[in-house]
């Protein structure tokens, strides 16, 4: 039963909503360059009310020995905050039929706000569990999003926007954050930025040209340069192209992991109160 005091919409009602509105966004995504139509969208992509960092978790982008540093920032920053809801179901990968990655990998909402979350959507859980869920979400090959977005609080009807933020795994195929984004307005390019402390570095010995990473860059921010791949101004280090790379040849440069971690906690505290 709906209970409009105590919840927000249910599971069913969110998809129903997101499904209707689907192609709206995707639109408003491939026209925000465009002029005219980009002083009309771009505002809805304007910062504080759209924040997205990518966080590469995926197990096969570093070696072992390295921790995979950005996961653990991840890890470290969830077991922090008391208040985690996870979804037991990706909406966009449901939405699409997913055939490449799993749809019951669902996001995880932080904050005092998820207390609106419908059961129906998932559960509350304790900080192991989504720690565990992270592990899970890397194993199977997705990205993490942290996500400061309207369009959250709107869809599940969480009141307390200041008091919510979502960690989204997401794909390249399904993604409504990932999709859509090669030809961006610039509201748009600057709410999706790099994790503070990363750069993506490919070393020229090992690049043949092949052009797999210029194909599969989300912001088509890779370009072949002299037979070399590139990565330009706009990547946003989400380490898709490390994976990727037949050769092996894009690698990631971690900084200091306290200052990474100090500064994608003062990003967050920038845009919500999660704590």
């Not at 890890?75 to 055939?99: H, P």
């Not at 993506?200 to 989300?218: A, H, I, M, Q, Y």
Request: hydrophobic share 40%; aromatic share 8%; net charge neutral.
């Amino acid at each position: 039963m709906m209970n409009f005091l105590k919840y927000g919409p249910t599971k069913k009602m969110v998809k129903v909503s997101l499904w209707l509105s689907w192609p709206i966004m995707i639109a408003a995504k491939r026209l925000s360059s465009y002029p005219i139509f980009k002083w009309i969208i771009n505002p809805f992509f304007a910062y504080p009310w759209n924040e997205v960092t990518s966080v590469p978790i995926n197990e096969v982008i570093l070696p072992p020995d390295s921790l995979i540093l950005p996961r653990r920032v991840l890890e470290r920053l969830l077991l922090e905050v008391e208040d985690i809801f996870i979804l037991e179901e990706c909406i966009c990968r449901s939405k699409i039929g997913c055939e490449e990655y799993p749809s019951d990998i669902g996001c995880m909402a932080l904050g005092p706000a998820v207390s609106r979350m419908h059961p129906s959507h998932g559960r509350i859980v304790i900080q192991e569990e989504a720690v565990a869920h992270v592990r899970r979400a890397a194993k199977a090959g997705l990205i993490a999003n942290v996500a400061h977005v309207w369009i959250d609080p709107v869809a599940f009807g969480l009141t307390n926007f200041k008091q919510l933020m979502f960690i989204c795994f997401c794909c390249d195929c399904c993604c409504l954050y990932r999709t859509h984004m090669e030809k961006r307005g610039p509201n748009l390019d600057r709410a999706y930025k790099k994790l503070p402390g990363i750069s993506v570095e490919v070393d020229p010995e090992k690049c043949t040209g092949c052009g797999v990473c210029v194909d599969r860059c989300f912001v088509a921010a890779m370009k072949i340069d002299n037979g070399t791949a590139i990565p330009g101004e706009s990547c946003k280090g989400c380490g898709r192209c490390v994976e990727i790379c037949p050769e092996g040849a894009v690698s990631l440069r971690i900084e200091n992991e306290e200052e990474l971690y100090r500064q994608i906690k003062d990003r967050i505290k920038d845009v919500a109160d999660i704590w």
